[in-house]
């Protein structure tokens, strides 16, 4: 897939960027214009790989994400996802709740404001039994809001409510 359109200045003038690239590259110009136009006010939004595994060799990129996918022990397993905050809009009426997809470990920018959470159990990797990761954050890059959740890996998962209600809060939160 073409990342031609990153390199083009008209995006600066976009309330929201929905990347949905799973590893891909980059150029310098391409990065170097995204990144901008982000910290100028436009919004970035996505989920799942399609934001958090994209652009493996732009450290800006992920600077500005918050995160980057580590790896998804045992694949397609059944977790729990748990409501960080409450409080938050985003969040708002939504319950902890099960989910069954690839549950993401990912290096995470510790200033992400974390709206939920998983706790791995370390069934298919001991190393991480315990650790809690972070599920759905959102942050801000210059003017720009930026939101990521790790929920989404095929079209199935739109069907959870939770999930869905909480992407379509999450874009609506990072457009300008």
Not at 3 to 29: H, N, W
Not at 39 to 46: C, K
Request: hydrophobic share 40%; charged share 20%.
């Amino acid at each position: 897939t073409s990342t031609a359109a990153f390199a083009d200045p008209a995006i600066a003038d976009l309330s929201l960027i929905v990347p949905i690239y799973t590893m891909s590259k980059l150029t310098k110009a391409e990065e170097s214009n995204l990144t901008t136009a982000i910290a100028g006010g436009v919004g970035l939004g996505g989920y799942h790989g399609g934001m958090g595994d994209a652009f493996r060799e732009s450290t800006d990129y992920q600077f500005m994400c918050g995160g980057q996918w580590v790896a998804h022990p045992g694949n397609i397993i059944d977790y729990r996802v748990d409501i960080a905050r409450r409080d938050d809009p985003i969040m708002s009426g939504i319950d902890d709740f099960r989910y069954r997809s690839e549950q993401y470990y990912m290096h995470v920018d510790p200033s992400n404001e974390v709206l939920a959470t998983t706790t791995f159990t370390g069934a298919h990797a001991p190393w991480i039994d315990g650790v809690v990761m972070p599920v759905v954050w959102k942050r801000r890059h210059g003017e720009g809001r930026v939101f990521y959740s790790s929920l989404g890996h095929v079209a199935k998962e739109f069907e959870v409510p939770q999930m869905r209600t909480i992407l379509r809060r999450g874009l609506a939160w990072a457009a300008r």
